[in-house]
């Protein structure tokens, strides 16, 4: 992946919103994972953490979960 933000889709329907730094691009960064409670998206976790601008911030990669809502 490119840096920025990505939506990258899984089996089973689930989506990951990846934050990707551009220091990371190639490797060398940590991975978070910012799970949420059941009934969340992505978005609305980001809102409550900032996960994503705290990894560009300091050099690691965010990915963030969205289940399908059905």
Do not use: F, K, N, W
């Amino acid at each position: 992946l490119a840096a920025g933000h990505h939506v990258v889709s899984c089996a089973g329907g689930i989506d990951y919103d990846v934050e990707l730094p551009a220091a990371c691009v190639g490797g060398g960064c940590g991975l978070v994972v910012d799970l949420h409670g059941y009934t969340m998206t992505a978005d609305t976790q980001d809102e409550s953490t900032q996960m994503r601008a705290l990894g560009q911030q300091h050099g690691y990669v965010v990915a963030q979960p969205t289940a399908p809502s059905d």
